[in-house]
């Protein structure tokens, strides 16, 4: 058994969590995910299974998009209401103000960790710091905000939607547009909506990966890795390169058409149009080769 599952995990369990319920269910030890979700979040989190944990590396720079409601005049410890409550502000802020926020989080930003995370300081993970009541200095990081945009606001709380690179912390973002407006913020509720490839409308519950084990319909969640890496061109081999990349060694060919200065990876299939795995691709003055980078066969 391999494949991806897109799990849609529920308020409340770790990804960790998922993973082992995923091992429980599959009776599999060999899985794993991309792109953590705090407990409190919800959404996609992509469940590798089998041998396709080894391309979990090729997702984990994958670009996020959230639905997060961010409620104003509070601040927590934690950045979101799973804290507790540092202070609490009046509000007076309208829409205007708050679109005008938004507009300067827009692009390329500087994000400082939270203490609540898994960042890891001196060999530590922050939030197992922070839960010591350590606060250690950390380095800001730069992170990119492709689109924020208010889809509901009241006069306590916004709705956002997020388009951002892998690393932005949502919570922070909502933190630090409060202190831009004045009267605080913190997260109050965050769905994840897709992963890269993977969109929450073509996610699996918990309840419906366990029917369909039940019912023998498997197949129907756990869905080849290879129709989520679509962004990577294919090549197709003949049937003695084949049994070379299964080997790891360096494969010789004809392979001109992938002559683009901007080509590096290659999904590799066999004659038979079976997914072997990733190549790179190596260009040496006129000859092109390539590496086996990831056998997922």
């Known amino acids: 058994m391999k494949g991806v599952i897109n799990v849609l995990k529920p308020p409340g369990m770790t990804s960790h969590d998922v993973v082992n319920f995923m091992r429980r269910l ?45 409620r104003l005049g509070v601040t927590t410890d934690t950045g979101d209401l799973e804290g507790n409550v540092k202070d609490i502000r009046p509000i007076k802020v309208t829409e205007f103000d708050l679109k005008e926020a938004l507009r300067q989080f827009t692009g390329e930003i500087s994000q400082v960790p ?48 997020v388009a951002c ?74 049937a003695e390169n084949a049994g070379f990349f299964t080997k790891g060694k360096k494969i010789q060919g004809d392979f001109k058409f992938l002559n683009d200065a901007e080509l590096h990876l290659v999904r590799v299939y066999n004659h038979n149009k079976e997914f072997l795995g990733i190549a790179k691709v190596i260009k040496d003055k006129d000859k092109i080769s390539l590496q086996v980078i990831k056998s997922l066969n």
Do not use: W
């Open 26 to 70: 599959l009776q599999i030890k060999k899985i794993g995910h991309s792109g953590t979700l705090d407990p409190a979040a919800a959404g996609v989190l992509p469940i590798f299974v089998g041998k396709a944990t080894k391309a979990i590396e090729f997702f984990m720079d994958d670009d996020k998009e959230y639905i997060a409601e961010m």
């Open 165 to 238: 690179s892998k690393g932005t912390y949502i919570r922070t973002l909502c933190e630090d547009i409060g202190k831009v407006l004045g009267c605080g913020a913190c997260l109050s509720c965050l769905i994840r909506t897709s992963s890269g490839a993977f969109n929450i409308e073509n996610s699996f519950t918990l309840e419906e990966i366990e029917q369909a084990k039940l019912y023998g319909r498997l197949n129907e969640v756990i869905l080849p890795v290879d129709e989520f890496l679509q962004k990577i061109p294919k090549v197709n081999l003949i």
């Open 114 to 161: 939270p203490m609540y995370s898994a960042v890891r300081y001196k060999g530590r993970k922050l939030y197992e710091l922070a839960r010591e009541g350590i606060v250690v200095e950390r380095k800001p990081r730069r992170v990119k905000i492709y689109s924020l945009d208010l889809i509901d606001y009241s006069c306590e709380s916004a709705i956002l939607k």
